[in-house]
């Protein structure tokens, strides 16, 4: 996150209150996102279309930094993005030149497993997967979020395997997630199961009983949870 941070001041240069005339932002809004916020659909799509910034080069580092003419061009088509769209990084570009982003909608990106496992949890540019573009209403205000796609069926058939979830990284307080579903390190792997405390341990409850055990873990143990489980979407087999 801290590159696309560094992207964004290299864009906004060293008078910041000039830059939110140039494009009509406020200037608030441009302090939280230059100090690490990721940044909402209609801000990026200002940044295409006023100053003809390429959305993909300011969000993964790859491409120019500017967009072409036509690509402008294209950008400028009104186009409804649904509340919920999943995009790979191979896609990612040629969606940017085929349509605007909807002004509702926050880009949240999908990091590989072992990444999401790490501790402390640190995410560059080349962990990015791909994204999910999620509906800002649907998101809290200050959270941090982040997506993975599902290596175990622990939570079959409610989640599968295959299935992308996002997690809430802010919300990873044991005491405030008792049976809740959430997503947990554990031997170099990331879990999801119903979190049970104990006086002493964590039980990570899985729904698919019949091949998966429960994990129990100390409560003197350094805290597991890397975050509460908030949507998942995928097509059971």
Sequence with gaps: MNDIKTRLQEIVGSNISKFSRMIDENRQTIDNYLLGRMPRGAFLKKLAEKI?????WLLTGVGPKE????VVAEEKALYKTPNINVITRQEYKKVLQDSSFSEDCIPIPIISEPIV?????RVKDKDIEGFVFINHQWLKRGHTYLCFQ??????????CEGFIVAIDLNENEP???KHQIVATRYEDGVYLNYLILTENEYVLLPHNTTEYKPIVISRTAPNPIIGKVCWWWGKQK
């Design 117 to 121: 496992a790490s501790d402390p949890l």
């Design 52 to 56: 003809n910034i390429n959305i993909n």
């Design 150 to 159: 599902v290596h175990y069926n622990c939570m079959h058939p409610i989640i």
């Design 175 to 177: 005491l405030k997630l």
């Design 67 to 70: 967009l072409s003419a036509t």
